[in-house]
Nanobody, 121 residues
Framework: QVQLVESGGGLVQPGGSLRLSCAASGSIFSINAMYWYRQAPGKQRDLVATITSDGSTNYSDSVKGRFTISRDNAKNTVYLQMNSLQPEDTAVYYC???????????????WGQGTQVTVSS
């Protein structure tokens, strides 16, 4: 069984910063790509950032230049450093990983439980 646990959300003023973490645990053989998504109230869940197994990154236009995704393979953890936060960044943030578990050939999708980020003065 694989579990993704997120942390680091909270309330921050406009212009502030937060760092989200998402750690995977369980019978993990390897992790391919890691992702951060977000979902604002009444809206669909959108992809924010991607980091591949070789460290290549990609960002949505709305966060490019402000957010940075990174990973620590030894800790099975993905991070999202969020700077210059604005009210429109308010959402529940979810991590997502493609994980291969021990004894299985295929990669499967796993999701975190979500962490609330609120940007408000």
């Amino acid at each position: 069984q694989v579990q993704l646990v997120e942390s680091g959300g909270g309330l921050v003023q406009p212009g502030g910063s937060l760092r989200l973490s998402c750690a995977a645990s369980g019978s993990i053989f390897s992790i391919n790509a890691m992702y951060w998504y977000r979902q604002a109230p009444g809206k669909q869940r959108d992809l924010v950032a991607t980091i591949t197994s070789d460290g290549s990154t990609n960002y949505s236009d709305s966060v490019k230049g402000r957010f940075t995704i990174s990973r620590d393979n030894a800790k099975n953890t993905v991070y999202l450093q969020m700077n210059s936060l604005q009210p429109e960044d308010t959402a529940v943030y979810y991590c997502h990983m493609n994980i291969r578990t021990g004894g299985v050939r295929a990669y499967y999708d796993y999701w975190g439980q979500g962490t609330q980020v609120t940007v408000s003065s």
